[in-house]
Every structure is written in C-alpha cells, then in structure tokens.
C-alpha cells in the first residue's frame, strides 16, 4: 500500500468519524462540536426532539401490523422517519405515527 492509498483511507475514516459524532449527537439532543470549516459533515442532522419512546423495527412492525420486511423498506426509502445508527435502525412511535397520519389513508402501505 502506498502513501497516497494510507492518506486516502484516513481521510475516508475521518469523514465516517464526523458523520457518526453528528447521528449520535442528534440522537442524544446535544449539539455536536461545530467541524473545522473545511471539513463540513455530510447528511442533515435532525432538530426534531427526541422522545422517550423510540422502538426497534419488529416493534414497530407488531404495532403497525406490518410485515417487518415493510418497516424496512419503508425506512430505507424515507417513507417513515428512522434514526440509524450504523446497521441499526430505531423509531421513534410518536413521529412514525404522526408522519403516517399526515399521509392518510394506506399509500404508504
């Protein structure tokens, strides 16, 4: 491996860095610490309040009476919020239902 592949991973972990310190901070309702100005994290971080109800997919999916394989779909494709965090997803049931209830009737289904 060459210099220029060693500099490239590093940055490419600094960048994952940033962009993790802002999913955990937004899911902790801290602000996180601002980046330095040439490095601006990607993604948008969610002002919403958290609440204290936030639910796996199953749970989600026993509440909704879904099929898990539909909260999923539906989170990946923006249809219903989720916070992720890595590989994990979790919902909050306030917002889902709130946001579900705004679309009306079954087009999200």
Known sequence: MN??????IIEGLRAFTR?????IAAALETSPPEPPPSTAAP??????????????????A????????????HAR?????ALRL?????????????VLQEKGGNSWR
């Open 86 to 98: 890595g590989s994990a997803y979790r919902f909050d049931l306030a917002h889902v239902i709130e």
């Open 77 to 81: 494709n923006g249809t219903i919020p």
């Open 62 to 73: 026993d509440t909704l009476a879904l099929p898990l394989a539909s909260v999923w779909h």
């Open 3 to 8: 210099t220029t592949d060693e500099h490239a």
């Open 19 to 23: 962009m993790l310190a802002h999913e």
């Open 43 to 60: 993604g948008p971080v969610s002002t919403r309040p958290c609440t204290d109800r936030y639910v796996t997919a199953q749970e989600l």
